[in-house]
């Protein structure tokens, strides 16, 4: 089962489905063996008296600001993955936009190897092309001017690119370190929650606990998950 929607999705329970959702996702009892992804958050609440109320059951969430339920995982099902802090949109266009810099990089790295500029600092890559343009004449003039102009279009688009992915990846990072999974009951051995690109997978004695929260910490300059009493 696939179910999409641009607002909010409030439904019982998930079972075996696909759930996509660009705000919340508001599930009243359980989630098993489902993959989830919601623009903000997922609520997975406890809204019986049933054991497996409120419980994420294996699967795969996936949320931009926040997941929330009552327990984590189960001892009898697969582990769980939860992932928070990350923009599915965001990580589309960082995804084209890598694919597009490695070919520029490329295309660019042939240009100045055939120029036999390669070893020049970026800065001074501009007026050496054009007193490499300067120093011919007639054709070979109209020739090298035509490369040189591709160089500087894809040096041009290079340095936007580079603009844009550090512009998302500074976002990525703002959005990780806001983002959290709240639980209010146990969390099972083996599930993993990733935060932004850190990952904490859940062990023996973290599992025994309950009532937590799972953040973005920096520890000596160095970001890590950690769980935390809520």
Not at 171 to 188: C, D, P, T
């Amino acid at each position: 089962t696939i179910v999409r929607a641009k607002g909010s999705i409030y439904v019982k329970y998930i079972n075996g489905a696909r759930v996509q959702a660009g705000v919340d996702v508001v599930v009243a009892e359980y989630v098993f063996h489902s993959h989830i992804s919601a623009g903000h958050c997922v609520d997975v609440l406890a809204t019986s008296g049933k054991k497996q109320s409120g419980a994420i059951l294996a699967g795969q969430i996936l949320a931009s600001k926040r997941v929330r339920a009552k327990h984590l995982g189960s001892g009898s099902a697969p582990p769980a993955l939860l992932m928070v802090g990350v923009d599915s949109e965001i990580v589309c266009r960082l995804a084209a936009l890598h694919k597009r810099l490695d070919q520029c990089r490329e295309v660019i790295a042939k240009m100045q190897r055939a120029l036999k500029i390669e070893r020049v600092e970026k800065a001074q890559i501009e007026s050496l092309l054009f007193n490499l343009v300067l120093k011919v004449s007639g054709p070979r003039r109209q020739v090298l001017a035509r490369t040189v102009r591709k160089v500087l279009a894809l040096l041009k688009e290079r340095n936007k690119l580079e603009a844009l992915k550090k512009t998302l990846d500074k976002e990525q990072k703002l959005r990780a370190q806001s983002a959290s999974v709240e639980v209010s009951g146990e969390v099972a051995l083996r599930t993993t929650v990733r935060i932004g690109a850190h990952s904490l997978v859940v062990g023996a004695e973290a599992a025994q606990v309950q009532k937590v929260k799972f953040v973005l910490v920096e520890v000596e300059g160095q970001w890590q998950v950690q769980m935390m009493a809520a």
